[in-house]
């Protein structure tokens, strides 16, 4: 099975910091990997997919980066409405795995 | 637009049984692989079972092989899980979501709502 490993856990930001998310696959995946926004009560949100395909609608303070077995979420800007937690996923082969995600507070 | 719409959830005793449904509407439900996801109250997100898009294959998460059953009515527009010999570990809201691992583009780009299973005596 491909273990991802996310960090950090969590992290205190202010609006406007730039934040950086890093999952690292413990095998090779290609690209084939997304990140998801998650706010209480609700269900993930596709952010990027392909590694850095910007999803439709999101926006353009979000990037991904990354192949192989490490990869990026940054947030250039952030703003009030991305506090929330944030998942990486892999999706080379089954079993599918998450990251352990990432809490986003504000400072 | 794309609906994925779950139901079934509710209370049930360890060892019962439950089955979760979940309604598509919007795009070729009968060419899409799908797949449920689960989350523990407080936990993470963690992938339980995918079927292609005719029915075959079928994958299951290790935590669930053998108890949970994933199908899937082509006619019907409608997602299946089958959950037997629950266990308290169970407790979890299950996500439907659509996607072929192959097609990443299309992949998990949508998810339902979430239906709660509660298995507690």
């Known amino acids: 099975d491909i273990q991802m490993t996310q960090s950090p856990s969590s992290l205190s930001a202010s609006v406007g910091d730039r934040v950086t998310i890093t999952c690292r696959a413990s095998?090779?995946?290609?690209?084939?990997l997304g990140w998801y926004q998650q706010k209480p009560g609700r269900a993930p949100k596709r952010l990027i997919y392909?590694?850095?395909s910007l999803q439709s609608g999101v926006p353009s303070r979000f990037s991904g980066s990354g192949s192989g077995t490490e990869f990026t979420l940054t947030i250039s800007s952030l703003q009030p409405e991305d506090f929330a937690t944030y998942y990486c996923?892999?999706?080379?082969?089954?079993?599918?795995?998450f990251g352990g995600g990432t809490k986003v507070e504000i400072k | 637009e794309v609906y994925l719409l779950e139901s079934g959830g509710g209370l049930v005793q360890p060892g019962g049984s439950l089955r979760l449904s979940c309604a598509a509407s919007?795009?070729?439900?009968?060419?899409?692989?799908m797949s449920w996801v689960r989350q523990a109250p407080g936990k993470g997100l963690e992938w339980v079972s995918a079927?292609?898009?005719?029915?075959?294959?079928?994958y299951y998460a290790d935590s669930v092989k053998g108890r949970f059953t994933i199908s899937r009515d082509n006619s019907k527009n409608t997602l299946y899980l089958q959950m037997s010999s629950l266990r308290a570990e169970d407790t979890a809201v299950y996500y439907c979501?659509?996607?072929?691992?192959?097609?990443?583009?299309?992949?998990?780009?949508?998810w339902g709502q979430g239906t709660l299973v509660t298995v507690s005596s």
């Open positions: 979501a659509r996607g072929s691992i192959h097609t990443s583009s299309s992949f998990f780009d949508y």
């Open positions: 919007g795009f070729t439900f009968s060419s899409s692989a």
């Open positions: 079927i292609g898009s005719g029915g075959t294959p079928t």
């Open positions: 095998q090779g995946i290609r690209n084939d």
């Open positions: 392909a590694a850095s």
């Open positions: 996923l892999q999706h080379n082969s089954y079993p599918l795995t």
